[in-house]
């Protein structure tokens, strides 16, 4: 699933190609459950004639502000990906949803896995209220973050994946970020000591930064895979140190990573980086 740098790709994408200013005509929708909100014929009536005045991300959604109020906001989820495309040109087998723009071109959202959702709202809010903080934010410190951790006794890893506690890290960061502050993914929360915080909170925005400066992580060729405007693939998963390397050395130590399953989840770590200590702690 696209997390923070991938969609923050798309975002800058979008800019650059112009999507500021852009008319929506008119909108085709050919898998009717890609849109989550309002209903297809609602979605359909509502956007024709609407502009796009500007274009941003929160969390893991994009979010399109509509001039005259309102917010088309698009989740991407594991397979969906945008591009822009000719009238003309011919669609393909897996365009779901289809904006077609003033001008002669369309953005269509590809999605092989049909999961990708499109919402519209009068308030963003009603999608995107629930989600936590930005982890790049100016206001997210260490402090404001060990605030944050000292009344959760989840395990690190289901907790950095739960969107209202953070919103956009996933599997790939924080794999990443928990290997970077050496911490173990099964950790309480609650238990982590002040160097450990300041840990974490430098490793989370060192990898996102380091992501979004790599312009996303594509890993793999398939036709699911993540891909930003104009099919570009992301060159961060050259830049992994854990993350689907099972087996292969740690960089820091040279253990061989391992791939466990934390909070029903698909983990990597280094078993001598990242020491478990203590008990368990709940999901």
């Given at each position: 699933m696209p997390e923070l740098p991938e969609v923050q790709t798309v975002v800058d994408d979008l800019a650059r190609a112009g999507i500021a200013?852009?008319?929506?005509?008119?909108?085709?929708?050919?898998w009717r459950r890609?849109?989550?909100?309002p209903s297809?014929?609602?979605?359909?009536?509502?956007i024709a004639g609407r502009t796009i005045a500007a274009c941003g991300r929160r969390g893991k959604f994009i979010v399109f502000d509509l001039a005259g109020g309102g917010h088309i906001l698009v989740h991407l989820r594991m397979s969906g990906r945008l591009h822009f495309a000719a009238a003309a040109a011919p669609r393909e087998a897996h365009d779901r949803v289809v904006f077609r723009l003033a001008g002669g071109r369309?953005?269509?959202?590809h999605d092989t896995r049909k999961f990708a959702r499109?919402?519209?709202?009068a308030d963003a809010a009603a999608v995107l209220g629930a989600l936590g903080p930005e982890p790049l934010a100016e206001g997210f410190t260490a402090e404001f973050l060990r605030s944050r951790l000292a009344r959760r006794r989840r395990m690190l890893k289901p907790l950095l994946l739960d969107q209202t506690f953070l919103a956009g890290l996933g599997n790939i960061y924080a794999d990443e970020a928990l290997w970077e502050a050496r911490l173990h993914p099964r950790t309480e929360a609650a238990s982590l000591a002040g160097a450990q915080v300041e840990a974490l909170h430098r490793a989370i925005r060192t990898v996102l930064a380091r992501g979004l400066r790599n312009r996303g992580t594509?890993?793999?060729d398939g036709e699911a895979n993540w891909r930003s405007l104009g099919r570009r693939r992301?060159?961060?998963?050259?830049?992994?140190?854990?993350?689907r390397r099972t087996g292969e050395p740690?960089?820091?130590?040279?253990?061989p990573i391992e791939r466990r399953i934390v909070g029903q989840r698909a983990t990597h770590i280094c078993p001598r980086c990242q020491k478990e200590r203590g008990g368990g702690t709940r999901a």
């Open positions: 200013g852009a008319r929506i005509r008119s909108v085709d929708v050919l890609s849109i989550a909100a297809e014929a609602e979605f359909r009536a509502r369309e953005l269509r959202l499109v919402y519209l709202a594509s890993l793999g992301g060159a961060n998963g050259a830049a992994l140190k854990v993350f740690c960089p820091r130590c040279g253990a």
